[in-house]
């Protein structure tokens, strides 16, 4: 199931005809409850279905009954359009659910029973529903895998077009940030052992699932506030319409029932009220889209308000996989001896680095025949790591950790070497000093290229006035150079986990919001603290727990894509409001001078619209009120189109379009109908 591959219409026939009957559906009280603006007017629409009863049962005092007839089908046309809006958008997500439930099959698994500690080839065919968190499942090329979980053993090739549409297959391993396998995905080559990391019904296309059909979504900060002051203008524009029955009393206006629904439900804020669900469902599917899981709307939301991005060096900036480029042996050592250290300090070494090491020095490392070795894993703590055996300590690793072992043990750090690792560093280089026993051998280059065009994507975020920060363990020389020559506006070098965590908690105590985007279990603490925390799809399953979004196509910079979807949802939601209230200019010279004017004919001044008669001008406005909710749709779906040309300049085009247009539109709008329903009456 390709999600932004696929390019859905706005208006497929199929999801349609779905929204349409839940139109209807959506007329329950305590569904339309929750809308108060929309609520309102379906009060609205129930009273004039009242006074239509009222007058076929002989009522003289309320007009026509053909005139209410039309005020009701038209009040009630705009409940529907409104309960539409909601609807194509929660379609759009369902259909997208009902791709995704085919993928998610009970497929066969291939479960390893333990024995007594130990987990064995014991095996044994079983439903992906048995399944528990903890098990251990086998997956050979050809089959598919069952459940979310963690390779603990072996590497594949796995094709995850099921989930992010993209035909190339991808590489996952153990050992790694590349650890994560997810459900429904195939293996195509290989074998790996997999330990599950969800309970069934928790998995990540279940919670896709029900994220797209909208089941989580909650109303954000945002939407609640602005819901909140729709809801006040409401009010306040009731107070208005019932304190206008003692001025027409005492102006001798007989004013109906039908003018004074008429005259609230056009001067309430309905176009916005009718589209902010759609809008906020929307901006969550443009997220979907965009191959990114939000675990809220808020998330969404909340990127658009980002002020610090964090962003990894490696995979990110760069493009990765740093390879190994040369062997500078210190003065005295042997080069032979060098390499033969350099590659069994990274026999264990799962890294694209420590397999280029390997590489390079075009050996393997089981030649060297080395009895009951002892690997050194790479830790944040240490920055290094390496081999024990026999009576011999190799290590490898960051510069000023490996000087700090030699000096320790009473060793100097070579000046050639010290100012290998200067020139390294300053060319954007990374260098590795090799140690054997803690006496320094030499020094390892590894290479790394930044992404073209990642420049010119940095100035679009400073545009947005957001301030970039590289986060990288090279030491602050190599930190510095890539910085500079990307184009971030600060960096973080020789960072720990807690270093990331501090920074976050820096900015945020001075009132900025903060994104940030990892994939191992060593990045889960700041992204749990970030405001925006995007993890990779194929990172660890800590990762993906920590973070509010979930990228996946893997792709680092999908962040500037997320910032740039948060902005739009915003822009949407203001530019859509800004259109509404504009909107109502035009309906109050429509409709007050037309309940007015014949008892004061000094209002003649303010029908500047030149409206046919009272009851043409009532019906073009709620007319005008009903159409422009379904023609607006389209927009709250797609959403505004963002541009990065700063706060100062949006709101000055946003004000002109959205502001000015919302005022002139009606007039024309009005306009043109009078002399349609002119016709009629």
């Known amino acids: 199931m390709s999600i932004h591959k696929k390019n859905t219409k706005l208006f497929e026939g199929s999801l349609v005809s779905q929204a349409l009957k839940q139109s209807f559906v959506k007329l329950k009280p305590a569904v339309m409850l929750k809308n108060p603006v929309m609520f309102t007017v379906y009060i609205g629409t129930i009273i004039m279905l009242g006074v239509c009863i009222w007058i076929a049962a002989g009522e003289t005092s309320q007009g026509s009954l053909a005139y209410n007839l039309i005020i009701f089908g038209v009040l009630f046309i705009t409940v529907l359009f409104a309960n539409f809006a909601e609807a194509i958008a929660e379609a759009r997500g369902k259909a997208q659910a009902n791709s995704l439930r085919k993928t998610r099959e009970d497929t066969p698994a291939k479960k390893i029973f333990p024995v007594g500690e130990m987990y064995v080839n014991e095996m044994k065919i079983v439903p992906s529903s048995e399944l528990r968190k903890g098990d251990h499942f086998l997956c050979e090329a050809g089959d598919m895998i069952p459940m979310d979980g963690e390779i603990i053993k072996g590497i594949a090739t796995i094709d995850e077009s099921a989930i992010t549409g993209e035909s190339a297959p991808v590489i996952r391993e153990s050992g790694g940030d590349k650890s994560s396998v997810t459900g429904g995905t195939k293996v195509l080559s290989d074998k790996i052992e997999v330990r ?53 009393d005492y102006a001798n206006t007989p004013i109906t029932i039908g003018a004074f629904v008429s005259l609230y439900v056009c001067l309430i804020p309905t176009t916005i009220g ?21 675990k809220s709307g808020k998330a969404v939301e909340t990127a658009g308000d980002i002020d610090v991005l964090l962003l990894d060096k490696t995979g990110t900036i760069t493009i990765g ?35 280029s090491i390997i590489e390079l020095a075009g050996i393997n490392p089981l030649s060297y025949e080395i009895q009951n070795p002892r690997f050194i894993k790479f830790t944040a703590e240490t920055r290094n790591s390496g081999i024990d055996y026999e009576q011999i300590k190799i290590r490898k690793g960051a510069s000023d950790a490996i000087r700090n072992l030699a000096e320790k043990a009473g060793n100097i750090f070579p000046a050639e070497t010290a100012e290998r690792v200067k020139l390294i560093s300053s060319n954007g280089g990374t260098p590795l000093v090799v140690a054997e026993n803690d006496k320094i051998l030499g020094v390892i280059e590894l290479q790394d290229i930044i992404k073209p065009g ?22 602050p020389l190599t930190a510095k150079f ?67 979004m979930v990228d996946l196509d893997n792709d680092p910079t999908k962040l500037i ?20 209230i504009a909107n109502d200019v035009a309906k109050y010279f429509a409709i007050v001078p037309a309940l007015f004017i014949t008892s004061i004919p000094a209002l003649q001044a303010l029908n500047i ?73």
């Open 454 to 475: 990642i420049s010119e994507r940095f100035e679009r975020l400073r545009k947005m006035g957001i301030k970039t920060v590289m986060v990288t363990g090279d030491n």
């Open 321 to 355: 996989n740093r390879k190994a480029t040369n062997f500078y042996p210190a003065d005295g050592v042997d080069e032979k001896h060098f390499i033969k250290c350099t590659v069994l300090s990274s026999m264990a070494d799962e890294t694209p680095e420590g397999k």
């Open 609 to 681: 619209m030149q409206l046919h008669s009272p009851e043409s001008a009532i019906l073009s406005a709620v007319i005008f009120n009903a159409i422009i909710i379904p023609m607006l749709i389209p927009l709250a779906l797609k959403g505004v189109a963002y541009k990065p040309i700063g706060a100062v300049a949006l709101l000055r085009r946003n004000l002109i379009i959205y502001g000015l247009g919302g005022i002139i539109v009606p007039f024309i709008g009005i306009k043109l109908l009078d002399l349609v329903v002119a016709l009629f009456i």
């Open 561 to 580: 894509e997320i910032v740039e979807i948060g902005k739009q949802l915003l822009m949407t939601r203001g530019t859509l409001t800004t259109f509404s």
């Open 482 to 548: 890539i910085a500079e020559k990307a184009g971030v506006d600060d960096f973080i070098a020789e960072a720990k986990p807690e270093d990331k965590m501090n920074y976050i908690k820096k900015e945020q105590s001075e009132g900025r919001l903060v994104a940030m985007m990892g994939d191992g279990t060593n990045d889960a603490p700041a992204l749990a603290q970030a405001d925006v925390g995007v993890a990779m799809n194929s990172g660890t399953a800590a990762a993906k727990e920590a973070g509010n």
């Open 274 to 294: 009718g589209l902010l669900s759609a809008i906020g469902i929307a901006g969550m599917d443009r997220a979907l889209r965009a191959n990114v899981i939000t």
């Open 196 to 248: 599950v990391t969800t309970e069934p019904g928790e998995s990540f296309l279940d919670k896709m699932i029900a994220l797209v059909e909208g089941a989580s979504r909650q109303k954000t900060p945002n939407e609640i506030a602005l819901t909140i002051l729709l809801a006040s203008f409401t009010i306040i524009f009731l107070i208005v319409c019932v304190t206008l029955k003692p001025f027409a």
